[in-house]
């Protein structure tokens, strides 16, 4: 078995997804309520405003998905020296940030769009290390 050091970049990337995504996932589950009003009215200008519970929901599961799969990577890693699990986790953090990143340009949220691809960086990092 390998030593989880090998991985330390892999882990280290992977524990930032776990708190970045669960995190956040949390909160729109603990305050549906209140990111259901902020986005309501942040998307009520545009096309996607009739659909804005469906979209929270989405990324609620999508988020939640990310975090808790980059954690098993973590356990797999660091137990069998396995990232297969860490490379889906990576993957859908990914697609999590691109479907958010899409949001934010429909809305003409352009400063928010920018603050996302700070977190895209490391994901697509992890990918390309994972990938190997």
């Not at 992977?14 to 970045?20: A, D, H, Y």
């Not at 996932?25 to 259901?36: A, E, F, Q, S």
């Not at 993957?91 to 928010?112: E, F, V």
């Amino acid at each position: 078995m390998p030593s989880p050091l090998m991985y330390a970049t892999e882990i280290l990337l992977l524990l930032f997804l776990v708190i970045t995504f669960i995190q956040s996932g949390l909160d729109k589950l603990i305050d549906w309520k209140g990111n259901l009003s902020w986005l309501k009215g942040h998307f009520a200008k545009t096309s996607l405003s009739q659909v804005v519970p469906v979209m929270l929901a989405i990324v609620l599961i999508s988020e939640l998905l990310s975090g808790i799969l980059s954690m098993i990577g973590i356990w797999d890693i660091i137990i069998n020296g396995n990232t297969t699990v860490a490379f889906y986790g990576a993957i859908l953090s990914c697609l999590s940030l691109l479907m958010l990143l899409l949001g934010q340009r429909i809305a003409k949220d352009y400063q928010g769009a920018q603050t996302l691809v700070i977190y895209f960086i490391p994901a697509i990092f992890l990918v390309f290390l994972l990938q190997a």
